[in-house]
């Protein structure tokens, strides 16, 4: 099993912010769905004031390729996101487009 780190802002307006947690209580069905048909186990974010931090852990059916394709070809997938751009703000370093940004480990105690 494989584990990925992203990161990610959220517009720094307490509103928002609220709103974006509360869709998080709910996720979509069609949503949980895609993410666990891609490969992926398990999926936790967490927040602390505007900046997320996503720890996917995945099996060895999961790939970054096919589950962009995944998500491109599903209507819903594009609806959720879509939507979840208007809380959502690139990192300052963030190339156009980019959203999620894969972080690099740099320490682990074993």
């Not at 099993?1 to 069905?29: G, Q, S």
């Not at 790939?63 to 394709?69: D, G, L, M, V």
Request: glycine share 2%; net charge negative.
């Amino acid at each position: 099993m494989n584990r990925y780190c992203f990161a990610l802002d959220l517009k720094d307006d307490p509103k928002l912010i609220t709103e974006y947690e509360n869709y998080h209580k709910e996720v979509w069905t069609e949503i949980k769905e895609s993410i666990i048909n891609s490969g992926i186990e398990n999926m936790e974010i967490y927040r602390i004031g505007n900046r997320l931090f996503m720890i996917m852990n995945v099996n060895d059916s999961f790939s970054f390729e096919r589950k962009s394709k995944m998500d491109l070809s599903n209507p819903k997938v594009q609806e959720w996101e879509k939507l979840m751009w208007k809380y959502q703000q690139a990192l300052p370093y963030a190339k156009e487009g980019e959203k999620w940004m894969l972080m690099d480990k740099i320490f682990e105690l074993n």
